[in-house]
């Protein structure tokens, strides 16, 4: 019989063993998944895994790890600062569209106007815009004791309604010949997130990305809020004792993801996406809590992370045109790698022992 | 009666890195109170965890009225006719006894047949207790009581008590005992777990003492000096706490009119609380846990705020100040509960020695951590307290109890406090731990600290307490020097409302 067995601390080898588990056993499953489509699993789990990085059109897709991965990894540390602290920001999908609202509403303001500040004032209002709408239930949370799960996710789903009455209505092309979405960003240069080294993918949002995994290391590592995040997550009531307010606790990282994830979504409108449109969203406030457990919630760790899951998203849309898989077969597979991962992880707190069955 | 109903032999038990048990072999007969004594993770847990099912032996044997007991879970065991009361209730608090029995039970009769059953039970063995009551508004004592009556519906051959007065007044105890000695004369063996010596002596009629997991020796009690029993269960002769009698010197903590609502569902509210403690001075808080000791804390150590002059430090008002605050002003805290407030389970010990000591020890430069300082701080506490553990890297859960509590009073201790405040300083800690706790806090006042303990132990306050209170459902009864009062006097101070009655057998 098996049996678990509390470990006297966690196991530091299971704390980097399980994500490397978690993302073979993930290959197996969905493998055995793409078989039962009736694909070769061995051709399918090559393609999303090999095809983006050293396939034929490796040269094309290899930036696109940048431009894909630097909103989830960017959104991603803001969400694990706040899960280290026991704050559940579900919602920074919501945060990402308002965010990129706000940047892309100050940019399509003052155009045609050229100006070196523009950018920089769009990437401002952005932050300011996400943390914003991150204030609403950490605001309903201190004075009333609301849970932010509800709240924040739900207001995803108010940001898209306000999505798609921006790209409709005030927001909307006076050029565009009446069709849907706003002025194209791109065609802006003064507030254009364009790349930084063409062909790279690099743009600023890569930069902030950067600076984000940075700061949040140290934060985590060297600052005392680093150290009160993690002990408020660990035990909230030695972090009262320790003298941590968790009122200003939950404003501040719920204050820090939102705006990280509104940065996110400013560079993705400025940049990439260059326009406000209904369909601007692609799930990445929803995928980076993916990445920021997958990660470990260690700002290393989510930059790993969020570079691995922008490999199946890529390497999902090959494997969707070349071998005819079904979107939601890839949206499966991301979703295995946390299912696996939250499993694999017992094992960093737990072992497994055999115990010999005795006959009474 | 003098029929064998439990023999151990050779009982060994191990874990990764230690041996609980190592060899363990003695008997119990029927209408035996039996003392199983030892100081903490001296085996005695793992012991009567193993004969109540809950751990499987890795070698020897058990033999239960001659033939063959090997429970396989705790189920088996009482089916055996095995009860046993642990030190921690599993009760839940928003449920009546009634159904809290209910939900111990393999089939529960209807509640009317069950509460009538509980009332006969209690009522046999001198344990007043209302089936519809609820358990939230149950003293700690009356809570044991649910527990006892639970095991005693079952009809136990043996019953197995943890530490059964760690929470009781000595009227309790008192009750209790009498109770006990009803259920021994009707043939129940007792297997009684304890480290309260008097305890012992007074209840017990053989003793088996365990030390680092092995049977070091039996005695019968009544015949056995408290002092030889202690000596082989630390198996040496240890220091008791010395040093009172210092001048009191000026105010250094004054708490007036300190009311508060708990922050906790079932907890007690603070209520019209006064009291002050010079620097040089011990003042002991008695009273059953659950009387607003946590409350109480919480207000001095600045989790809970109260109006600015409620507490004053040395004449300043900090009441409305937070922990953090009150720490560089000199208010130092060690709350009750180690794992989970005193100190973050998962962290390190360096982590757990920033958690108070970032202001007092300097171990912040503008806001950031200076992990060094932290570290040779967590290792000064460490060699300064004989925490016996493998560095300041080790995770606090780790730790044994004693050498747990070690840290989280050095930890205050080394930061020279001008006021200590310590809740159950030595709750659950093995006796040589105890002496160490208490010599450190009897030392601190005498370098000029104020220091309040507040402890549900009798025989630590009698130890270093110059004058003594009692909290009672939030209110603090008036204050008196120690060394005019008895046990007995402090005992009903403790009591206060509870209005105890010895059982009526």
């Known amino acids: 019989m098996l049996r678990l067995e509390r470990r006297p601390q966690p196991s530091r080898l299971w704390t980097w063993l399980a994500p490397l588990l978690a993302v073979l056993a993930t290959m197996v499953a969905g493998g055995l998944l793409f078989a039962l489509l009736g694909k070769n699993p061995y051709e399918a789990v090559a393609t999303i895994f090999w095809e983006p990085l050293f396939g034929e059109f490796a040269s094309y897709y290899r930036p696109q790890l940048l431009v894909k991965g630097a909103p989830l990894v960017l959104i991603g540390i803001g969400l694990g600062l706040g899960f280290r602290a026991g704050i559940w920001n579900i919602g920074a999908e919501g945060q990402y569209i308002v965010g990129a609202l706000t940047g892309a509403g100050v940019g399509l303001a003052v155009y045609p106007l050229d100006a070196w500040f523009v950018f920089p004032l769009m990437v401002i209002a952005g932050a300011l815009g996400g943390w914003a709408w991150a204030m609403i239930p950490a605001l309903l949370k201190v004075r009333f004791g609301t849970n932010e799960i509800l709240v924040s996710l739900m207001l995803v789903y108010v940001a898209e309604e306000l999505l798609a009455a921006m790209a409709l209505g005030p927001m909307k092309n006076p050029e565009g010949m009446g069709f849907p979405g706003s002025r194209n960003l791109q065609q802006y240069p003064a507030a254009h997130n364009a790349e930084i080294l063409t062909g790279t993918g690099m743009h600023w949002g890569v930069v902030a990305a950067l600076i984000a995994v940075i700061f949040a290391y140290v934060l985590l590592g060297r600052h005392i809020l680093g150290y009160h995040i993690r002990l408020s997550g660990q035990a909230p009531r030695a972090a009262r004792f320790a003298g941590v307010r968790p009122a200003r606790l939950v ?69 969707q045109s070349n071998l005819g898989l079904p979107a939601a077969a890839i949206q499966m597979f991301q979703g295995m790698l946390l299912f696996f991962l939250l499993a694999v992880d017992l094992f960093t707190n737990f072992r497994v022992r055999l115990r010999k069955t005795e006959v009474a | 009666m003098t ?36 100081e903490n993770g001296a085996g005695k847990s793992t012991l009567v965890k193993m004969i109540y099912g809950l751990v499987r032996p890795d070698a020897g044997q058990m033999h239960l009225q001659g033939s063959p007991y090997r429970p396989a879970e705790p189920r088996a065991a009482r089916a055996a006719g095995v009860a046993m009361v642990f030190q921690h209730f599993s009760l839940f608090e928003a449920l009546s006894v009634a ?107 053989h003793a088996t003492i365990l030390r680092q997991g092995r049977n070091v020796g039996t005695c019968v009690p009544r015949e056995t000096s408290a002092r030889g029993m202690a000596e082989m269960m630390v198996g040496s002769a240890f220091a008791a706490p010395e040093g009172r009698g210092r001048a009191a010197g000026e105010v250094a903590l004054d708490v007036s009119g300190l009311s508060l609502a708990s922050p906790r569902a079932f907890g007690t509210p603070l209520r019209n609380i006064h009291f002050t403690v010079r620097a040089g001075e011990i003042l002991g808080i008695g009273g059953v846990a659950g009387n607003g000791q946590d409350e109480l804390l919480a207000a001095l150590s600045g989790e809970l705020a109260s109006p600015p002059g409620a507490v004053r430090l040395a004449g300043v008002p900090v009441g409305a100040s937070g922990p953090a605050a009150r720490r ?29 000591g970032a202001q007092r020890e300097g171990l912040l430069s503008r806001g950031f951590v200076r992990w060094g300082a932290a570290r040779s701080f967590a290792r000064r506490v460490i060699d300064a307290f004989d925490v016996r553990t493998p560095g300041p890297d080790t995770a606090a859960r780790a730790l044994s109890g004693g050498n747990l509590q070690k840290f989280v009073i050095g930890r205050e201790v080394l930061q020279r406090p001008t006021v200590l405040v310590a809740n159950q300083p030595t709750w659950g800690v093995d006796a040589a731990a105890a002496a160490a706790i208490r010599q450190a806090l009897l030392d601190l006042a005498a370098q000029g600290a104020a220091v309040v303990c507040i402890s549900q132990d009798l025989d630590e306050l009698m130890q270093v307490s110059d004058r003594f209170c009692a909290l009672n459902e939030g209110r603090l009864s008036d204050i008196r020097p120690a060394s005019e009062m008895s046990v007995e006097e402090i005992g009903l101070m403790m009591g206060g409302a509870h209005g105890m009655e010895v059982a009526h057998v």
């Open chain 2, 99 to 205: 159904e809290n029995v209910a939900l111990g039970m393999e089939t529960a009769p209807p509640q009317r047949q069950l509460a009538a059953r509980i009332r006969e039970v209690s009522e046999t063995y001198g344990l007043p207790l209302d089936p519809f009551r609820t358990v939230g508004d149950l003293s700690a004592g009356e809570r044991q009581r649910v527990e006892i009556v639970r095991c005693l519906l079952q009809e136990p051959r043996l019953l197995i008590m943890d530490e059964p007065t760690s929470v009781l007044t000595p009227q309790e105890v008192d009750i209790l005992f009498q109770t006990l000695r009803k259920l021994a004369a009707e043939g129940v063996a007792i297997l009684y777990i304890s480290h309260k010596l008097d305890e012992i002596r007074a209840l017990c009629d």
């Open chain 2, 328 to 356: 560089r002003a000199g208010l130092l805290a060690a709350p009750e509960e180690r794992l989970g407030h005193a100190a973050a389970p998962d962290m390190s010990l360096t982590e757990n020695a920033l958690l108070t």
């Open chain 1, 251 to 319: 404003l501040t990282c719920l204050g820090i993801s939102g705006a990280l994830a509104g940065l996110a979504g400013m560079f993705e409108v400025s940049g990439p996406a260059g326009q406000v449109s209904i369909d601007f969203n692609v799930g990445y406030g929803f995928t980076a809590i993916i990445v920021a457990f997958l990660g470990r919630l260690h700002p290393a760790g989510i930059a790993l992370a969020g570079l691995l899951m922008a490999l199946t998203y890529i390497g999902g849309e090959i494997a």
């Open chain 2, 3 to 38: 029929t064998t109903l439990l023999e151990i032999e050779g009982l060994t038990k191990g874990y990764p890195g230690v041996v609980a048990n190592d060899d363990v072999s003695f008997s119990i007969r029927e209408g035996e109170v039996h003392a199983l004594l030892g």
